[in-house]
């Protein structure tokens, strides 16, 4: 079984940082692209930022010069440092993940997600 979990969210004022961590874990053959999505209330789910398994990444126009999305392989965890943050960043953020699992069958996988406050 596979799973992500995400950490590192929290409460922050205006102009702060937090760094988010998305660890997978279970029976993982490879990995191959990862992300990060956000939700805010009312909202639908939107992207901020991905990574494909050679380190190429994509951003959202809204965090472009202030996120920044990397990758540990060794440790099958994805992370987002935001910087600058704004009251408008405030959201659950989620990570995911296209896996290929030992069975050799790959899902794309949602971590729980965690809250991002922001305060202004």
């Known amino acids: 079984q596979v799973q992500l979990v995400e950490s590192g969210g929290g409460l922050v004022q205006a102009g702060g940082s937090l760094r988010l961590s998305c660890a997978a874990s279970?029976?993982?053959?490879?990995?191959?692209?990862m992300g990060w999505y956000r939700q805010a209330p009312g909202k639908q789910r939107e992207l901020v930022a991905t990574?494909?398994?050679?380190?190429?990444?994509n951003y959202a126009d809204s965090v472009k010069g202030r996120f920044t999305i990397s990758r540990d392989n060794a440790k099958n965890t994805v992370y987002l440092q935001m910087n600058s943050l704004k009251p408008e960043d405030a959201a659950v953020y989620f990570c995911?993940?296209?896996?290929?699992?030992?069975?050799?069958?790959?899902?794309?996988?949602w971590g729980q997600g965690t809250q991002v406050t922001v305060s202004s």
């Open positions: 990574i494909s398994n050679d380190g190429s990444t």
């Open positions: 279970g029976s993982i053959f490879s990995i191959n692209g």
């Open positions: 995911n993940a296209h896996i290929t699992a030992m069975t050799r069958n790959s899902y794309l996988y």
